[in-house]
Structure formats: C-alpha cells, structure tokens
C-alpha cells in the first residue's frame, strides 16, 4: 500500500541526509543490507520494532517515517 511508498521514500532520503551507505543503516538497526535495500524499493516494510530502531537512528518519530 502507500505506506510502503512514503517509508521507502523517508528511509532513502534520512539515510542520505546522514551521509550513510544501505550498509552502515543495515549495522546500525541490526537488518541486512538486503533487507533495507527492500525497504527502500518499496517491496518490504519493517517491523515495528525496527521502525523504532531507524526513527532512533534518524532521530525522529515513526509517524514522520510511515508519512
């Protein structure tokens, strides 16, 4: 659904605001650089409990992430 859309976007866009490779986010919240590349193509959404760790890593809220 859309949600996967906004995500995809949000992730891609923090993670290349903080200068971070899919690699270096994938270590930060303990996923696989698979699994964040997936992300943000659209094609998987996180966990709640991983939503948590990359709103701690990018230092907002999960509401902004999803929206």
């Known amino acids: 659904g859309g949600i ?3 995500l995809a976007e949000n992730v891609k866009m923090n993670r ?3 200068g971070y490779t899919q690699q270096k986010l ?3 919240v303990n996923l696989t650089k698979t ?3 997936f992300v943000e193509s659209g094609k998987r959404e ?3 409990n991983s ?3 990359v709103a701690k ?3 907002c809220t999960i509401d902004e992430l999803v929206n």
């Open 4 to 6: 996967c859309v906004s």
């Open 46 to 48: 996180l966990s709640i």
């Open 35 to 37: 699994m964040i590349s």
């Open 16 to 18: 290349l605001k903080l």
């Open 51 to 53: 939503l948590r760790e």
């Open 57 to 59: 890593v990018f230092n």
């Open 26 to 28: 994938a270590n930060e």
